[in-house]
């Protein structure tokens, strides 16, 4: 007998979640053309040459994150989709880290020579560090458990990417690469959707199961983060020695391991004091984050903001 | 006391920080239909931004539905934001927005669940008002 096929019906919901993530990441779609980053062009010859290949690096390694999620990360969550609604977010995703991926190379192709680049590549396959912990992760979805699969999933959406994005926002607090800079925010909002959505379908998994499996699935999840820690602070050395950053860096590894955490439910687990990262970075990345920031006069973009504010929403009636 | 009032989606994050709180709280229901609940008395409202950094959606819908209510305003004293910062410019907007349109201060912004600072200071700034 064959067995019965069904056809996807978006207004049958079993999971209203699932449609309202769909819509965001739909609305949310860019593609990295939208972004004049030859503009960077003067820029990027302002910097030293260590400066240049360290960025190459950093952007590698990043490619291959994004690499590895869009070819394997959301195809493994895909098999495992409770709704095909599930599903078909998981393809989104998919689809969008081959948009990322390709946009390291929009920034390559824009900034560097083709023997920087090559150089770089050649760099990503030999690293040790890079390449554990790619393989951390890739173990993870290789066996066949699924709560495993989407901590490991987490752990990269929300925490890996963060020693490779500090540096697009370190340059853009000294107005250098504000382009490239511009791109990688999209790359970040766009994670941050990726993280919050396969976190939340974890948590259903994870309420779901028996005491005994909640704590086996927890020890896990804290012993990988440890395990992709203390990789990540190598990676984070090896790299960022050399220019002084080290210290830095670690402080925002600790605050989106914290967030990474938060994201399948778990208590935060560095104190604050390990996690205040320099102001000047947290503003590049978030120019909103002090409260005391008016969004409603200034310039850039939050004074678009502030004009589009009187038009925002069809629903207030004052 | 000032009580609080709260929107939480079916994710929970907001939800499980105010529980932290252990305070006097009311939840605006996530479902349409169901009916919104009317203010007698002073409160702070914390909701999360909903945009995914835009304007529009920033504000969840329930929680304007909520605010349409002149009684609803009248006894609103400040504003909490929930978000995440990678939302850039648009981090905890929508409670800014609620903040600036009901001319309340917005006390405090914090990311997910919280962390034990963020629940220590709004103690504190729900002792204040
Ligand atoms: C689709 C989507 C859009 C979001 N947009 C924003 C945003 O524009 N600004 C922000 O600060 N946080 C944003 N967030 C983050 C949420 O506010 C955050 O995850 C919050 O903890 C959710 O609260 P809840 O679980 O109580 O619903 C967004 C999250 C999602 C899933
Ligand atoms: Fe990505
Ligand atoms: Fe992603």
């Not at chain 1, 880290?97 to 396959?125: G, N």
């Not at chain 2, 981090?91 to 912004?109: D, F």
Request: glycine fraction near 6%; include cysteine; hydrophobic fraction near 40%.
């Amino acid at each position: 007998m064959l067995s019965r096929v069904n056809a996807i019906n978006w207004n049958r919901l079993e999971d209203e979640k699932d449609l309202e993530v769909w819509n965001r990441l739909t609305s949310n779609f860019w593609l990295p053309e939208k972004i004049p980053l030859s503009n960077d062009v003067p820029s990027w010859q302002t910097l030293t040459a260590a400066e240049k290949q360290l960025t190459i690096r950093v952007f590698t390694g990043l490619t291959l994150l994004d690499t590895i999620q869009g070819s394997v990360g959301a195809p493994t969550l895909m098999k495992s989709a409770r709704t095909p609604h599930e599903e078909a977010v998981y393809t989104n995703i998919a689809f969008m880290e081959s948009v990322h991926a390709r946009s390291y190379s929009s920034i390559f192709s824009t900034l560097c020579s083709t023997r920087e680049v090559d150089d770089a590549f050649r760099w990503s396959e030999e690293n040790p560090l890079l390449q554990k912990k790619a393989n951390l992760i890739l173990e993870r979805y290789d066996a066949d458990d699924v709560m495993k699969q989407q901590i490991a999933s987490v752990f990269l959406e929300s925490f890996l990417f963060y020693s490779g994005f500090y540096l697009p926002m370190h340059w853009s607090s000294h107005a250098k690469l504000t382009n490239t800079a511009d791109l990688i925010r999209l790359i970040i909002r766009d994670e941050a959707v990726h993280g919050y959505y396969i976190g939340y379908k974890f948590q259903q998994r994870y309420q779901e199961a028996s005491a005994e499996r909640q704590e086996e699935i927890k020890a896990f999840a804290f012993d990988l983060m440890f395990e992709l820690y203390e990789n990540e602070v190598r990676y984070t050395q090896s790299l960022y020695d050399e220019v002084g950053l080290t210290e830095d860096v670690k402080k925002f590894l600790h605050y989106n391991a914290n967030k990474a955490l938060m994201n399948l439910g778990f208590e935060p687990l560095f104190p604050k004091s390990t996690t205040d990262v320099d102001a000047t970075i947290m503003a590049a990345l978030s120019p909103g984050a002090d409260e005391n920031h008016d969004f409603f006069s200034g310039s850039g973009s939050s004074y678009v903001i502030g004009k589009a504010v009187a038009t925002e929403d069809e629903d207030w009636a004052f | 006391m000032t009580q609080i009032v709260y929107f939480s989606t079916k994710s929970g994050n907001t939800r499980r920080l105010v529980e932290k709180l252990q305070r006097d709280a009311k939840r605006i229901p996530f479902e349409s239909g169901e009916p919104l609940p009317v203010t007698t008395e002073p409160y702070v409202l914390i909701f999360p931004t909903y945009g995914g950094g835009e304007v529009k959606g920033a504000v969840p819908k329930p929680v304007i539905h909520f605010l349409n209510d002149e009684r609803n305003r009248r006894h609103l004293r400040g504003v909490v934001g929930a978000g995440n910062t990678n939302f850039g410019t648009a981090y905890c907007l929508g409670a800014h927005i609620v903040a600036r349109k009901c001319q309340v201060p917005l006390l405090h912004c914090f990311e997910l669940l919280g962390t034990p600072e963020d629940v220590a200071i709004l103690h504190q700034e729900l002792d204040r008002v």
